[in-house]
């Protein structure tokens, strides 16, 4: 089975810090993905990743960054936090192209992080 | 710009009574589309697939290219089935690597009433 971990599944911190999310795949995928998931607005896509120290910005990359150095871990970054980034992060990743179920994401649990 | 419609926020149906969960596409090339459901506490996980046509856990899905349409079909629902389900099309809207973000629809919320 794919497992997929997020560090924290809540997280509280208050407006200005520094927020780093951390996720994590056993399977070797290539890709791995960012959303953010907000009640009435479903998920929608922060940045993603093909490879290591690549990125790509996806439909909502303000405020955010991203930080592949291995292929098993994508950091989600939030480098000045406000209270409308309070929201749900879900990591995502997929095998990768030409691979068997090459589009087929699989998810973390997610990290509620409030910011205050 | 590709984009991904469900048209119901909530969705209310009795046990052992037909469900369809509607969704609709815009996407100019071959879309690869694909429902994923979220129960209570657990994670999102992928439902099914339109390129493997198959069926999970009695649930169906057709792509109809003509009407731009993916519906969610069951004949019986199940009190098992409350869940948040959401719609998603992988259509290469984004450059490089062949990786695709998913485009995912606002969810539509199944109840099943005993």
């Known amino acids: 089975d794919v497992k997929v971990t997020q560090s924290s599944r809540y997280l509280v911190k208050r407006t200005g810090e520094k927020v780093f999310l951390e996720c994590v795949q056993d399977m070797d995928h290539e890709n791995m993905f960012w959303y953010r998931q907000d009640p009435g607005l479903g998920l929608r896509l922060i940045y993603f990743s093909y490879d290591v120290k690549m990125k790509e910005k996806g439909d909502i990359p303000e405020g955010y960054s991203v930080s592949r150095e291995k292929k098993e871990r994508f950091s989600l970054i939030l480098e000045s936090a406000s209270t409308n980034q309070t929201s749900m992060y879900l990591c995502?990743?997929?095998?990768?192209?030409?691979?068997?179920?090459?589009?087929?994401?699989?998810f973390g649990p997610g990290t509620r992080l409030t910011v205050l | 710009a590709q984009r991904v419609t469900q048209p119901e926020k909530l969705l209310s149906v009795f046990k052992g009574a037909p469900v369809e969960l509607k969704c609709n596409y815009s996407?100019?090339?071959?879309?690869?589309l694909f429902w994923y459901v979220q129960y209570s506490r657990q994670r999102l996980q992928l439902l099914l697939r339109h390129i493997s046509r198959e069926s999970i856990k009695g649930f169906t899905a057709d792509l109809n290219k003509g009407e731009t349409s993916f519906h969610l079909k069951k004949p019986f629902a199940q009190e098992e089935d409350s869940a948040m389900y959401y719609c998603a099309l992988s259509g290469g809207m984004y450059s490089g690597g062949g990786a695709d973000g998913l485009t995912f629809g606002k969810g539509t919320h199944l109840i099943i009433q005993p």
């Open positions: 995502a990743s997929s095998p990768g192209t030409g691979l068997p179920d090459t589009d087929t994401q699989y």
């Open positions: 996407y100019s090339g071959s879309p690869e």
